[in-house]
């Protein structure tokens, strides 16, 4: 059943974190110039799947009851969809509105790139959109012979998308590694899920001479099955986690572990990006490493004041609204114009990211924090 569970603050942080890196690479696929890897957003997307494994883990060991299932599935929807509908009703609108009245002169103007354009219809009257806005309402845009429809509003919406079929299996996947009961077993079926994880991108493999975000897309990065291991992954650091025993009270934090890990993570990520074939670097070999930096995070024994753990509460908070909003907003601001122009690319990312920010936290603050509230308030009488 659902258990109150005290707050981890350090995870909010890094969550935020991540969704400012998954930021950082999308700056320069709508604004044309690079700030940070791609291969930092890709394994920023790995960190979201394997937390969220964990932290379901954490609030949910166990359900038990009819009684535990529903609180589960209706907490679970109450905490994604508020958001999730307001960015779609937003991207949906700004981009059928414009393409309607601009046609494929849209796409250039925010400088869609032709991978997340390229086999959609050569024809979308308001039809069209309006069945792809219908489709991911319900979470259906990945389902059918479109590749890219999932993309076309809101790309990064697509990980939220396999985060709902991760929240379906759950209950499921807990019964499955329910016998991985030792800290033997855990390894050994983190070896076997890795593995499993190499085989599947291997069979997945498009024909092709060279691998690139268009043709792995849908077979591999995408793929649910691929991603849902990062998941599993989660739910099997809980279980190491809890094995792993409290820890004796100190009375300095050691960051030493924290720290080596973080910059273990920043070389893989270098070195992979430069020298492995994309198939392997986009995510996949950086798993490994993303996991034990979690893990690191987790045996940390940062207890911070009371406003701290506010402050990195809302930090997570504002990091789902970032993440849901970002492509659209910054789309927005290029096709309206809307940046200011400095002499400092600097200078210029920072002013992006402040709006970012203080639309994001408005959001949060204002619509999604009391929308949830009052839903919860009705659910959980």
Known sequence: MGLSRQKIPILDA??????VLVVLVHYEVIFGEAIVYGTFATTAVSWFFIVSGFILSYTYPTLDTAQDYRRFYLHRIIRIYPVYLLAIVVSSLFVS?????????????????????????????AGFFALATLRHLVFAQSVGGIETLKLVFNGPLWSIVLEIYFYLAFPLLLLIIKPVNTMTRIVSAFIIGYLLQLLLIQVNLPEAETYDVINLNVPVYTNPVIRGIEFL?????????????????VIKTNWIPTVLTLLLYIIVVIYVHQNIPYEYSSFFLVVPVVTIMIYALLRLQWHPTNSIVRY?????????????????????????????????????VCILMLMLLVVSYLIHHFVETPVRRLLYSKVDR
């Open 312 to 348: 990195c509460t809302t930090l997570g908070g504002v990091s789902y609204v970032l993440y849901s909003f970002h492509w659209p907003l910054m789309e927005i601001i290029q096709f309206y114009n809307l940046q200011p122009e400095v002499s400092s690319r600097f200078l210029q």
């Open 14 to 19: 890094f969550r935020f974190l991540a969704s």
């Open 233 to 249: 992954f989660g739910m099997l650091l809980y279980k190491a986690f809890v094995l792993s025993g409290p820890q004796k009270p």
């Open 97 to 125: 509105i414009n393409y309607l009245a601009l046609g494929d002169e849209f796409f250039r103007e925010v400088n869609r790139p032709l991978e997340l354009i390229h086999d959609l219809p050569e024809q979308k009257e």
